[in-house]
T-cell receptor, first 108, second 117 residues
Framework: RKEVEQDPGPFNVPEGATVAFNCTYS??????FFWYRQDCRKEPKLLMS???SGNEDGRFTAQLNRASQYISLLIRDSKLSDSATYLC?????????FGTGTRLQVFP | EPEVTQTPSHQVTQMGQEVILRCVPI?????FYWYRQILGQKVEFLVS????????KSEIFDDQFSVERPDGSNFTLKIRSTKLEDSAMYFC???????????????FGSGTRLTVV
C-alpha cells in the first residue's frame, strides 16, 4: 500500500466551481499533514497545514480525520490561477512524504 | 523573502560521470534535505542532514550518493557514477531548527533538472 494515496485526476472544472481533493495515508504514526501546490516543473510550495479541527485559509479548507487516516482539501470559487497539481504530504520524523498529486485544471 | 538557491538549473551528463548539485540553504536554517522527482512521478525523500551529519536517508540514497556541507553556506549532493535512471529534478530544502517537521518552516529551492544521457 502506498504511504500517501491521491486520485491523480485530472479534475477539469470551470471558473467559480467548488472542487474537493481527497487523500489517505497508511502510517498511523504520521505527525503533521499538509497540502502543497506544485506548478509544472517547479518546486512544491506549501499551501496550508492541516489540523484535526479543520482549518480554512480564504477559499481553501482542509480537514484531517486521524481515525480514518484521511485528509481533504476543498477549493471554493476556483480561479484560473488555481490550475496546478495539489500534493498531499505527511511527515514522518523530519522528512516529508508526498502523494503523487492531483492535477487541477480550471477553465474559463 | 529568503530563498533556497540551487545551481545549476539544468545539468546534462553522460552515464558514468560524477555530478555535484549545489544548494545554498537559508542562512539561519539548521536542517537540510535533498528530494528528487522523476518526471511524472511523486517527490521522493533522499536524505536529511543536521549538525554536519546525515540524520536520515532513504533506500534510494545508496553508496553512489553523498552529501556535504563544505563551508558555512553550501550544501551539495554528489552522484558518483550517474545512471540513466538518475535523471530527475533534484530539490534541495532547508528548515528552521526548532520545528523541522512543520511545513511552514520548510523551504524548497527551484530545483536542478539532471539529465543523464
Amino acid at each position: 500500500r502506498k504511504e500517501v494515496e491521491q486520485d491523480p485526476g485530472p479534475f477539469n472544472v470551470p471558473e467559480g466551481a467548488t472542487v474537493a481533493f481527497n487523500c489517505t495515508y497508511s502510517n498511523s504514526a504520521s505527525q503533521s499533514f499538509f497540502w502543497y501546490r506544485q506548478d509544472c516543473r517547479k518546486e512544491p510550495k506549501l499551501l496550508m497545514s492541516v489540523y484535526s479541527s479543520g482549518n480554512e485559509d480564504g477559499r481553501f479548507t482542509a480537514q484531517l480525520n486521524r481515525a480514518s487516516q484521511y485528509i481533504s482539501l476543498l477549493i471554493r470559487d476556483s480561479k484560473l490561477s488555481d490550475s496546478a497539481t495539489y500534493l498531499c504530504v505527511v511527515t514522518n520524523t523530519d522528512k516529508l512524504i508526498f502523494g503523487t498529486g492531483t492535477r487541477l485544471q480550471v477553465f474559463p | 523573502e529568503p530563498e533556497v538557491t540551487q545551481t545549476p538549473s539544468h545539468q546534462v551528463t553522460q552515464m558514468g560521470q560524477e555530478v555535484i548539485l549545489r544548494c545554498v540553504p537559508i542562512s539561519n536554517h539548521l536542517y537540510f534535505y535533498w528530494y528528487r522527482q522523476i518526471l511524472g512521478q511523486k517527490v521522493e525523500f533522499l536524505v536529511s542532514f543536521y549538525n554536519n551529519e546525515i540524520s536520515e536517508k532513504s533506500e534510494i540514497f545508496d553508496d553512489q550518493f553523498s552529501v556535504e556541507r563544505p563551508d558555512g553556506s553550501n550544501f551539495t549532493l554528489k552522484i558518483r557514477s550517474t545512471k540513466l535512471e538518475d535523471s530527475a529534478m533534484y530539490f534541495c530544502a532547508s528548515s528552521e531548527g526548532v520545528t523541522p517537521s512543520l511545513g511552514n518552516g520548510y523551504t524548497f529551492g527551484s530545483g536542478t533538472r539532471l539529465t543523464v544521457v
